[in-house]
């Protein structure tokens, strides 16, 4: 495996004439503010994981120079885009150059006779469509990270959008990318050689193979992205329900509905409600009866949105549910993007507020399952926080998976508080114990251990091999074709593993 | 011109909402103070502070609304069709 103790001023003099002096940085602030990620973080040894140093490359050239001098000198080299991956991706777990992609940002033509623009991996999703706006057009990867997030994270996570039922996630809209490989060959990879084709049969599928890779495989350094027409009209729903079984059946009813303007459909489980009945910015007043709410939203062309949507509010009223109202309904699917990390919501067992952090467990649950999984994994969060009260169940919720086919398996994602300034090894290791069972509870109910961010961090990352069987080795047998050295993020997936039987 | 006076920025007495929720502005729910006082505690927030922070989610939360698309279809509509039509072959 590549390591490194120290950086000497060769290998900086070599970074500063691949990228420019300024654009190489050791300065103790620039490095430790790229050694985490949101997700729940081992504060306390946060040192290990700080870069030696920053480089901010420009260009394919610059990032292929910057990986061959990695190479030379066994350095490992570590992407980091906009830095909210959940699994610890870009973090530096064995140091090293961290490779942060912001500088490349330039935005292409916008080719709307081929329906297609390329940008640089720094491109924000948010800002891309503000610019598309007068067009007509959009770019619609939609994350809950919407404003954070940038492109080359996205192929890195093969990052799933909130918006997918109805325009699909990232592998279906990013086209063809540009990837520096481990070795520092600069190849594309997308529908045959095709840049802005949408279908080949040419050759193997290697756009897939090189997305969600946790920046193992290489560094994507430009992408050709899908654009759709603007909606025109948005529909979203929120429907308050008695029970838990009631929510999930309705929402297995509007999920099969066959509207093709679906873009997703929501349950949140009573705990979930009850996390929302203590917030403060957004609480929304719910009646004592609410156990659960079952929410969908649809896009599209008017002509039809609103007819589908009349027929999914017919469904819904069947369920005995009560709509919440257009206010509350528009503004709360308008808060998607910010509902999640909400630090004062913390509660102590004794209900005092506490300011933790936001943690999720994501996975992709068979639609039949979700009831189950739902309990077990209360069960198991339950039986931490007993033990440790730094942690706190801040609840459930589930959200249709499929491209285009909003059926058959959900999203469900369980969100624990942690007091982080509290963790020591103790807690480290239960947190990490914990998601492992979570992790286990998934592959257990047929399900895949993440469906949006990635199963990379400890504790998930075990079972990995479990849930992939053989398709693992072969994952190891290319990692090692294609990064002989490991200096490309070494340390994730387990892949270290893969040059340890020589 | 009407300068900052201090005693109109003292925000409305808590109005009781459940058990864990005050409301002291219309429309905007505070965690109960009782449940701030062992590890954070809450601030004082001047009335238009407070206002201007609602105030700008909203604006917030309307624009991307907008960057979404161009107009919600209006769910209260939609339900008072379905009810107009069961009503009318029940
Ligand atoms: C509040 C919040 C909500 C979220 N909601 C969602 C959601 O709805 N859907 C979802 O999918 N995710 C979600 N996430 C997780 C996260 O936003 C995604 O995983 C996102 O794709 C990460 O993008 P980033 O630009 O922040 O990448 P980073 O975190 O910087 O990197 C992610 C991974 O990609 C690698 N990488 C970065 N740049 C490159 C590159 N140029 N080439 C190759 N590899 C690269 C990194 O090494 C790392 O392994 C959420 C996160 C937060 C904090």
Redesign the pocket.
């Known amino acids: 495996m590549a390591t490194v103790t120290a950086l000497d001023d060769r290998v900086l003099e070599g970074l500063a004439e691949i990228v420019g002096h300024q654009y190489v940085l050791t300065s103790k602030t620039a490095r430790i503010n790229r050694a985490r990620?949101?997700?729940m973080f081992a504060v306390h040894r946060w040192e290990e994981h700080v870069p030696q140093v920053v480089v901010l490359p420009a260009s394919a050239h610059e990032v292929s120079e910057i990986v061959k001098l990695a190479n030379r000198e066994r350095i490992p080299v570590?992407?980091?885009?906009?830095?909210?991956?959940?699994?610890?991706?870009?973090v530096p777990l064995n140091r090293g150059i961290l490779?942060d992609?912001k500088r490349?940002d330039h935005v292409g033509e916008v080719d709307l006779a081929e329906r297609a623009i390329t940008v640089g991996?720094g491109v924000n999703m948010f800002k891309l469509n503000e610019m598309l706006r007068p067009y007509g057009v959009m770019y619609p990867d939609?994350?809950?990270?919407y404003t954070?997030?940038?492109?080359?994270?996205?192929?890195?996570?093969n990052?799933?959008?909130?918006l997918g039922a109805r325009f699909g996630?990232?592998r279906n809209l990013v086209i063809s990318f540009e990837?520096v490989l481990p070795t520092g060959e600069i190849i594309r990879v997308g529908e045959g050689g095709g840049i802005k084709t949408r279908s080949s049969s040419s050759g193997y599928r290697l756009k897939e193979l090189f997305m969600g890779?946790?920046?193992?495989l290489?560094?994507?350094?430009e992408a050709t992205l899908e654009l759709v027409k603007r909606p025109e009209a948005e529909f979203s729903a929120f429907w308050l329900q008695r029970s838990y079984d009631t929510a999930w059946k309705t929402g297995g009813e509007l999920m099969r509905s066959g509207y093709a303007t679906i873009a997703g459909v929501m349950l949140f489980d009573e705990r979930k409600v009850d996390f929302v009945r203590r917030d403060d910015e957004a609480y929304v007043p719910q009646p004592d009866w609410c156990e659960a709410v079952c929410a969908f939203a649809l896009y599209g062309n008017r002509a039809e949105v609103r007819p589908a949507a009349k027929e999914m509010m017919r469904i819904a009223k069947a369920s005995g549910g009560e709509y919440v109202g257009d206010e509350i309904a528009q503004l709360d699917w308008s808060a998607r993007?910010?509902r999640?990390?909400t630090p004062l919501h913390g509660r102590t067992p004794n209900g005092q507020v506490a300011p933790m952090s936001?943690h999720c467990e994501d996975a992709g649950i068979p639609y039949p399952k979700v009831p189950e999984i739902r309990k077990r994994w209360h069960a198991i969060v339950d039986d931490l926080v007993a033990r440790h009260p730094i942690f706190d169940d801040w609840g459930m919720f589930s959200y249709t998976n499929g491209p285009y086919k909003p059926w058959g398996d959900m999203l469900c994602e369980i969100d624990v508080g942690i007091w982080e300034e509290h963790l020591d090894d103790e807690t480290w290791g239960a947190w990490v114990d914990c998601k492992r069972e979570i992790a286990r509870a998934s592959i257990e109910v047929g399900g895949t251990i993440s469906a949006?961010?990635?199963s990379?961090r400890a504790g998930e990352v075990d079972l990995v091999p479990l849930e992939l069987g053989g398709a693992y080795d072969v994952m190891k047998t290319i990692k090692r074709a294609l990064d002989p050295n490991n200096i490309m993020?070494p340390g994730?997936y387990g892949l270290d593993s893969a040059y340890e039987d020589g | 011109m009407q300068g900052y006076r201090r005693a109109d920025q003292t925000p409305p007495p808590a109005q009781r909402i459940t058990d864990l929720v005050v409301m002291r502005h219309e429309h905007i729910y505070e965690v109960d103070p009782d449940l701030m006082t062992e590890h954070v505690e809450q601030q004082h927030i001047p009335a238009w502070d407070m206002l201007r922070m609602v105030d700008s989610r909203l604006e917030w939360l309307y624009m991307l609304q907008a960057h979404f698309s161009d107009e919600r279809v209006s769910g209260e509509e939609l339900l008072a069709e379905i009810e107009a039509e069961e009503a009318s072959h029940p």
């Open positions: 990620v949101p997700s570590v992407p980091r885009a906009g830095g909210t991956g959940l699994v610890d991706g870009a490779v992609i490349m991996p939609n994350p809950a990270s954070c997030a940038l492109v080359g994270g996205r192929i890195g996570t990052g799933w959008s909130l996630h990232v990837i890779t946790q920046g193992t290489g560094i994507v350094t993007h910010d999640y990390a936001w949006a961010h990635g990379s993020n994730k």
